[in-house]
């Protein structure tokens, strides 16, 4: 695993559970808004983690921590994720894979081995505008297999999906809520712009929490938990 970095305590990335998080490096989308651009972008890549570093870390943090997050970058890019996974189980960790969905061959070994407890997949855009979102051609036929894949896993998840003005509009935001219709959970995270990938995004102007209130009213109509986080 190419681990680009560690954080070990986080209150907030495995819903309820006290845990730490892994950054993979290396991702396959470049979203203009993405507010890890030293794992996207080869020219702004940190130093490595061994592997064998973060184990040992979690080794001696058994009992303390019960959670442990893999985020990116992109995680399902990493030819030994599964391996990796099968590490955590053996430590006994509750494990939760934060990925972008294109690789939907990759989750469903992860669900049938059941080597994942919690699923959380980005989605980027009504389907058509995937290509201008994620700055990249994507399979959106791959997207619409890691949703379906997701609902009918049996573990829990969310969708979750970055709420930039310059980027998606109310409508936008609709279709996608379409799409996963009856979901488990449908986050909105704003889009912060403090440090991002592509420069024009840090002079967004967020939505206001009153125009968030509009948008979550109207996303619920269509799928039914919708929060703000
Ligand atoms: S926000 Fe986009 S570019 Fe950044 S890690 Fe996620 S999928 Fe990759």
């Known amino acids: 695993m190419k681990i680009g970095g560690l954080q070990q305590v986080s209150l907030i990335d495995y819903p309820g559970k006290i845990g730490a998080v892994i950054f993979t490096r290396g991702c396959n989308f470049r979203c203009p808004y993405c507010h890890n651009p030293e794992l996207v972008d080869p020219d702004r890549y940190g130093p490595i983690i061994p592997e064998e570093s973060v184990l040992s870390f979690l080794d001696k943090r058994r009992g303390k921590l019960e959670a442990v997050t893999v985020t990116g970058g992109e995680p399902t890019l990493q030819p030994d994720l599964e391996k990796f996974f099968e590490e955590l189980k053996k430590r006994g960790y509750l494990t939760k894979l934060d990925t972008n969905g294109s690789k939907p061959d990759i989750l469903e070994k992860m669900i049938s081995k059941r080597l994942v407890d919690y699923l959380a997949m980005d989605i980027k855009a009504p389907l058509e505008k995937y290509r201008q979102i994620a700055s990249v051609e994507v399979d959106t036929a791959k997207i619409k297999k890691s949703i379906a894949l997701i609902m009918a896993s049996g573990i829990k998840y969310e969708f979750r999906t970055t709420v930039a003005r310059s980027q998606l509009g109310l409508q936008d935001l609709v279709s996608v809520a379409k799409l996963i219709k009856r979901a488990r959970l449908y986050v909105l995270q704003p889009c912060i712009p403090i440090k991002t ?29 919708v929060i703000v986080r």
Do not use: D, N
């Not at 948008?215 to 938990?225: D, G, N, S, W, Y």
């Open 197 to 225: 990938l592509a420069r024009p995004v840090l002079s967004e102007i967020p939505y206001t929490p009153e125009e968030f209130s509009i948008i979550r009213a109207t996303l619920e109509k269509v799928c039914p938990h």
